[in-house]
């Protein structure tokens, strides 16, 4: 990656931060956009996690990560404190590992 690149990366986001302040300007969104707008950054978030757990470059691998992530998932949605969501992953992921399902 060039530094090229970053800096036209980086005055793209800037000019789409912009084009939305401009067009927006002091009026408000309507509230099912806003619902919407709200969901992005979960759902981005939710694919990146997704993609890294199960692809290495273009190939689909279901290694000893999924049962990590999984148990990690299940740990969140029963609203488990933050560190022992982290720790129950890398658990699981390690007792995946140690299994062979590497």
């Known amino acids: ?3 090229l690149l970053v800096l036209s990366l980086a005055a793209a986001a ?3 931060k ?5 067009i927006v ?6 509230p099912v956009v806003e619902r919407c707008l ?18 290495v470059g273009d190939e689909l691998v279901l290694d000893a990560r999924l049962p990590g992530v999984l148990a990690a998932v ?3 949605r029963l609203r488990a ?3 022992v969501v982290i720790i129950l992953g890398a658990s699981v992921t390690a ?5 062979g399902l590497d």
């Open 1 to 3: 990656m060039t530094w």
């Open 14 to 16: 800037y000019l789409f």
């Open 18 to 22: 912009v084009t939305g302040l401009v």
């Open 25 to 30: 300007g002091g009026r408000s969104l309507p």
């Open 38 to 55: 709200a969901l992005v950054p979960a759902a981005l978030i939710s694919a990146l996690i997704v993609k890294d757990t199960v692809s």
């Open 74 to 76: 299940v740990a969140a």
């Open 81 to 83: 404190p933050l560190i």
């Open 95 to 99: 007792a995946a590992r140690a299994a």
